[in-house]
């Protein structure tokens, strides 16, 4: 069965630090989907970020980057200059198979992080 | 704009009260549709699959007597938490994709707290 693990629980920062958040994946497929999701203190969730297996290469998108590592099961999240607007839970996930999105479709337990002023 | 409209976004509510919740795909049909569970401070837990037109799938341990799901029509599926209990007080929100290969959209959520 597949599964997220995110080892940090909380982190805080101080802000314009930089904070990397971890997450490691298990899974037996060979095709599936890794995800970032931020939920802020009001509780909707929003989508950061979509990667599919077949595609290693690093992305970066403003003060967001990602590093995805097959070797090591890893999809880690990395803010630059983190701000207190970036407070909130980060939950990375996963989901097996080709192309279905919502069977399968497994969160870590998240990250709280919290950026003081 | 919101892509996923679930409504109401919070409810207060006495032990025993039937409540339920509105999940609306604004912008495309829908044959599939997910309800998630959030517990204070935990992960989101899927709980049911919802199927335009046929019985929705629930994950092990939902109780299907105790959490109805119907999704009539391709842009509209609705759980029904039925006698609720202060146990079952939680963050519920629910997801679809309009086709394969595109990422879920997630309602805004629903805070449910029982008295």
């Known amino acids: 069965a597949q599964k997220v693990t995110q080892a940090q629980t909380e982190i805080s920062v101080v802000e314009k630090e930089d904070v990397t958040l971890d997450c490691v994946y298990e899974?037996?497929?060979?095709?599936?989907?890794l995800f970032w999701y931020k939920q802020p203190p009001s509780g909707e969730l929003v989508f950061l970020i979509r990667?599919?297996?077949?595609?290693?290469q690093n992305e970066i998108s403003g003060r967001y980057s990602w590093n995805f590592q097959k070797s090591t099961s890893s999809f880690n999240f990395t803010i630059t200059a983190s701000q207190v607007v970036d407070s909130a839970v980060y939950f990375c996930?996963?989901?097996?198979?080709?192309?279905?999105?919502?069977?399968?479709?497994?969160f870590g337990p998240g990250t709280r992080l919290s950026v003081l002023p | 704009g919101a892509v996923v409209s679930q409504h109401p976004s919070r409810v207060i509510c006495k032990s025993g009260t039937s409540v339920k919740i509105e999940c609306r795909s604004l912008?495309?049909?829908?044959?599939?549709m997910f309800w998630y569970r959030q517990f204070p401070k935990q992960s989101l837990m899927l709980m049911a699959t919802?199927?335009?037109?046929?019985?929705?799938?629930?994950e092990q341990g939902v109780e299907k007597d105790k959490f109805l799901i119907n999704h009539a029509s391709l842009t509209l599926s609705t759980l029904t938490v039925t006698s609720a209990h202060p146990e079952d007080s939680s963050f519920y929100i629910c997801?679809?994709?309009?086709?394969?290969?595109?990422?879920?959209?997630f309602g805004d959520g629903t805070r449910l707290s029982i008295l």
């Open positions: 996930a996963l989901s097996e198979g080709a192309g279905n999105y919502g069977q399968n479709f497994v």
């Open positions: 899974t037996r497929d060979t095709t599936y989907y």
């Open positions: 990667r599919n297996s077949f595609d290693e």
């Open positions: 912008d495309f049909q829908a044959t599939t």
């Open positions: 919802s199927n335009e037109g046929s019985k929705a799938t629930y």
């Open positions: 997801s679809t994709h309009p086709l394969s290969g595109q990422p879920q959209h």
